[in-house]
């Protein structure tokens, strides 16, 4: 059988930080708001001219390095964005080019906003699994500045910018145990920009119901490590390392509490990171691995919900 193994994760976050003091000079928030109701205390900023496929470029070279391959050596590319460079080409087209690979394999976007990692991942990990594919690149990224609303207290303090990566490569044993793949479009009015390409509107911008998607996200992610557990028939007790969608730190503690795992076992980098989408969770995965925390041959569960409602999950020995 064949199995879908971490080879190599990477990062990027822009230059520009923007901390909670700045942010309550332009709108009427405080610092102490901010840090009590979500734990964020700064965020990464894109330069005005720099784009999506700019940081997943730099996320993804620092992959390969880690994982000692080429550019050439990968046959999948899965960028997981809501804010692409161009309606199209996607911008794993884009990103391929700039790793200068001709003729490859598959490279496409997915959007599946804020779950959009795990959706790429579990997507390659099918198929690594089915032969399809023997070295897949993921990257997360987005540059959720560019359709922020600076003037909208309630979101423009949640949202940074920043890449990830992580390189899937196939394997004799697991690496990837299982991947649990969600969606429920009735949600679409909670979470949402109200604008697109053959609907479009003059409010290109980020809105959000904060409320009503913090008590669905609690619930759901409670219900999804569950699920996840269950169906791979592991016990709560085997995850070495949760690695949750940072979006607010009161849903990862409440998630944490729900598997009975202590805080000190949860990767946590919402506080200097903010909500930065897609890139959220390869950001934290790759901020535990570069520190020492994540070790080779832990058990790690990564979850993530957004807007769609999207919600996923994917467990994996690192
Ligand atoms: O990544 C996708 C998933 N996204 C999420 O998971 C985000 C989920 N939601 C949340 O994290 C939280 O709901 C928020 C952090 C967005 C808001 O926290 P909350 O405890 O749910 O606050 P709230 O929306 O109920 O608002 C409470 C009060 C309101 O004032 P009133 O109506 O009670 O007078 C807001 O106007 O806080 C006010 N408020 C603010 N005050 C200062 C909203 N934003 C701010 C702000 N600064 N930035």
Redesign the pocket.
């Known amino acids: 059988m064949t199995f879908s193994a971490i080879l190599g994760t990477g990062r990027y976050l822009p230059q520009r930080v923007i901390t909670n003091a700045e ?1 309550a000079r332009t ?4 610092d102490e ?2 840090r009590s ?2 734990g964020i205390r700064q965020r990464y900023v894109a330069a005005e001219n720099e784009s999506t496929c700019d940081m997943a470029e730099q996320a993804a070279l620092q992959a390969i390095t880690a994982s000692a391959l080429a550019p050439a050596d990968l046959d999948l590319i899965i960028v997981a964005t809501s804010t692409p460079d161009l309606i199209y080409p996607s911008t794993a087209c884009l990103l391929q080019k700039r790793l200068g690979i001709r003729n490859g394999g598959a490279a496409f976007d997915v959007q599946a ?2 779950s959009g990692f795990i959706y790429a991942a579990s997507i390659a990990d099918q198929f690594i699994r089915s032969g399809a594919a023997r070295r897949a690149l993921i990257v997360g990224a987005d540059a959720n500045s560019k359709i922020l609303d600076w003037t909208d ?7 940074g910018d920043g890449a990830g990566a992580v390189i899937l490569g196939a394997a004799e044993s697991p690496g990837i145990y299982v991947t649990r793949l969600h969606a429920d479009g009735h949600y679409a009015d909670l ?1 949402q920009v109200p604008s697109g390409v053959s609907r479009p509107s003059a409010d290109a911008h980020i809105r ?7 008590k669905f ?1 609690v619930n759901i992610m409670g219900e999804l490590v569950g699920e996840t557990l269950g169906v791979a028939g592991f016990d709560a007790a085997d995850v070495d390392w949760l690695i949750p ?1 940072q ?2 730190e ?2 990862i503690t409440a998630t944490a509490r729900k598997l009975g795992l202590a805080l000190e076992r949860v990767i946590i980098t919402v506080g200097e990171h903010g ?1 930065t ?1 897609a890139a ?1 969770i390869p950001l934290a995965l790759d901020t535990g691995i570069r520190d020492g925390r994540i070790k080779r041959g832990e058990l790690l569960l990564l979850e ?4 769609g409602f999207t919600w996923g999950s994917l467990l994996v020995r690192y």
């Not at 959000?208 to 913090?214: D, I, N, T, Y």
């Not at 993530?304 to 807007?307: D, K, N, T």
């Open positions: 942010l709108v009427d928030t405080s708001w901010i109701r979500t906003v804020c207290r309630s979101t423009c303090v949640l949202f979470l959000m119901h904060g409320s009503e998607v913090f996200a969608h979006a607010n009161r849903i909500n989408s959220s993530a919900v957004g807007g």
